[in-house]
């Protein structure tokens, strides 16, 4: 058994906020690994800004104002470069980065990186890109979010479900694209079809309230198109989501150059449900074109793959258990078993 301890300056949240509310990715990601490293055996730590201590799913949560301790077998430095320096004694240094790497580039981080050479551990191969091959590290490994086990061992759809789709990313990434593209090339051409939008700014804590107003113009829109089959319903727990995700047709989500792994259309695909994208950022790691979705070279591809995939049973059918076969490969325990062949 090994000591592991991840610290993490980031908003509020400890292991059981993803039962109670929405959750960004990065948190939900810590709390599922971390949680599974504690089924394999380990003593785990995980230090942040939750508001009291709490042992949970086997994982112990401190506060980080609380202090660290000085050693661990592992020691996983969540995004923050003054995260770096803390557990002077830890026997083998991770860096987990989440966002594009350039924001490594920044002198207060390169100094540390450079000082501390910590295994730096990216969420995908374009993440990875991302990194100059110059800049400091102790190491790189790519190591994929894994999908929850909630996800990969939902029920299948027993049927085609009615035309709905559904976007359950940030309202910032290409939301009002989608919402203009949906009004104008794909709803009119099936008219029944309904766009569910998942989304706000709840699920990303201060840093969504942050850029709430921001969002909430997205939103606006999202609003204003409800004549057009657009019914805006919000962030809702995983728990919920799953439910929703069987009872929709497709993802629709555009991708981002600031898109990192895409746990959105991850944990739809691991449903079973078809998905659209274009080849922005990781969004092409997470679709099988042409088999579990498609990955559209323009507007003009995603509308018509959206269009097909709402009005063809056959090709819904096809793609739906390809999905369900292929893309429920790899969950958290094989994550934590990746950064578990990092102990020393």
């Excluded at 980065?97 to 990186?113: D, G, I």
């Excluded at 990434?173 to 794909?186: E, K, Q, T, V, Y």
Aim: charged residues 25%; aromatic residues 10%; glycine residues 8%.
């Amino acid at each position: 058994m090994a000591r592991i301890v991840l610290a993490d300056d980031g908003i509020r949240f400890d292991g059981q906020t993803p039962e109670r509310q929405p959750l960004g990715g990065v948190e939900s990601s810590v709390v599922f690994l971390m949680q599974e490293l504690a089924k394999r055996g380990h003593e785990v730590l995980v230090c942040n800004n939750c508001e009291t201590p709490l042992m949970h799913e086997g994982v112990d949560w401190r506060p980080i104002s609380d202090g660290l301790p000085e050693e661990a077998d592992l020691y996983i430095a969540n995004r923050g470069d003054k995260l770096l320096p803390l557990l002077p004694k830890a026997r083998r240094r991770v860096f987990w980065t989440h966002n594009p790497a350039q924001y490594l580039l920044k002198w207060r981080y390169l100094s540390k990186l450079w000082r501390f050479k910590p295994v730096v551990v990216f969420i995908g191969d374009y993440h990875a890109t991302t990194y100059p091959a110059w800049a400091p590290d102790g190491g790189r490994r790519v190591i994929p979010y894994g999908i929850p086990d909630m996800f990969r061992q939902a029920k299948a759809a027993d049927m085609p479900p009615p035309p709905r789709a559904v976007f359950t990313s940030n309202p910032l990434r290409s939301l009002d694209w989608l919402l203009d593209l949906w009004a104008g090339h794909i709803q009119p051409q099936v008219p029944e079809a309904e766009l569910h939008v998942f989304s706000g700014a709840a699920t990303y804590g201060a840093v969504g309230d942050s850029k709430a107003q921001e969002m909430e113009r997205v939103l606006d829109r999202a609003r204003e198109l409800s004549g057009h089959g657009v019914v805006l319903r919000g962030p809702v727990p995983k728990t919920q989501l799953i439910d929703e995700f069987r009872t929709a047709r497709i993802m629709l989500y555009r991708g981002d150059l600031n898109e990192t792994f895409c746990l959105a259309v991850g944990e739809a695909q691991a449903v079973g449900v078809p998905a659209v994208v274009q080849s922005l950022g990781s969004v092409v790691e997470r679709v099988i074109d042409g088999e579990t979705g498609f990955v559209a070279a323009d507007d003009a591809a995603f509308a018509e793959a959206a269009r097909r995939l709402l009005d063809d049973d056959e090709l819904w059918t096809a793609q739906h258990r390809t999905a369900l076969e292929k893309q429920r490969t790899w969950g958290w325990a094989d994550a934590a078993g990746a950064f578990e062949r990092m102990l020393p």
